[in-house]
């Protein structure tokens, strides 16, 4: 499996944001309040993040050699599944939130505490599980091997 790529992410990041954005626009349009989460969204993101490191570290101590206890490869699978998926669903949940943060701070009118702290804490827990998610899928990638090196990465040199 490939890392997540960058362009991955920023295009995820940038849909999101203005999708958020819109959303909150067209609810302002249509005479409806704009949409503010609640702080356990954050909350929850971060909570999401300690588990996915929590997640991997084990594969982190075996690809590593730290430890010489074997590990399950569906396991290692599935926690880079999972990591892979956190970094992009915090790209989402971050950028959506984030568009609409931008979206209330753009009004014209001041902007209450209540309304914009569960949308910082939101952005920031999206960004964290974006962070563990790239985090992760990095302790779960195994470093190469010395034979690796030598054969030229597994093309065959002429003598």
Do not use: W
């Not at 300690?50 to 399950?72: K, M, Q, Y």
């Amino acid at each position: 499996m490939k890392r997540t790529r960058v362009s991955t992410i920023v295009s995820f990041l940038v849909v999101a944001v203005v999708a958020g954005f819109a959303f909150d626009a067209a609810l302002a349009a249509t005479l409806h309040p704009v949409a503010v989460p609640s702080i356990t969204l954050g909350l929850a993101l971060l909570a999401i993040a300690a588990i996915v490191i929590s997640l991997a570290v084990p594969v982190f101590r075996v690809a590593r050699g730290r430890t010489h206890e074997p590990i399950d490869a569906y396991y290692a699978t599935r926690v880079v599944l999972i990591a892979k998926a956190s970094s992009l669903a915090g790209a989402l949940f971050g950028g959506f939130v984030g568009g609409m943060l931008v979206y209330m701070l753009t009004r014209g009118v001041s902007v209450a505490a209540g309304s914009l702290v569960p949308m910082v804490v939101s952005v920031v827990g999206g960004v964290v599980l974006l962070a563990a998610g790239l985090v992760g899928e990095y302790m779960c990638t195994v470093p190469p091997d010395d034979d690796d090196k030598n054969r030229g990465g597994g093309l065959q040199q002429r003598i």
